[in-house]
């Protein structure tokens, strides 16, 4: 830890090195879409149920609202309502 301190200016350096590495080796998602199609989520995802339930909860326009979401293993009771 002694070592970092003494010599920031070369933890700076391998901090810069490692972030240029880590962005030269992101995969390249449009060729992952233009091979794989596009990914959509299951109809079983948390997030695809909100959705799902925002689509049928919305009344009109000029309206927003809300969904929250949570899980629970077991059943919601009427106490957890």
């Known amino acids: 830890?002694?070592?970092i301190r003494r010599n920031y200016v070369a933890t700076i350096i391998?901090?810069?090195f490692l972030t240029v590495i880590s962005v030269v080796m992101l995969p390249d998602i449009s060729a992952l879409i233009?091979?794989?199609g596009q990914v959509t989520l299951p109809s079983t995802s948390e997030s695809f149920q909100a959705h799902k339930l925002n689509k049928e909860?919305?009344?009109g326009k000029n309206s927003s609202s809300v969904v929250i979401v949570?899980?629970?293993e077991s059943k919601i009771n009427q106490k957890d309502q």
């Open 70 to 72: 949570y899980h629970k």
């Open 34 to 36: 233009r091979q794989k």
């Open 1 to 3: 830890m002694n070592w």
């Open 14 to 16: 391998i901090w810069l």
């Open 57 to 59: 909860m919305q009344t």
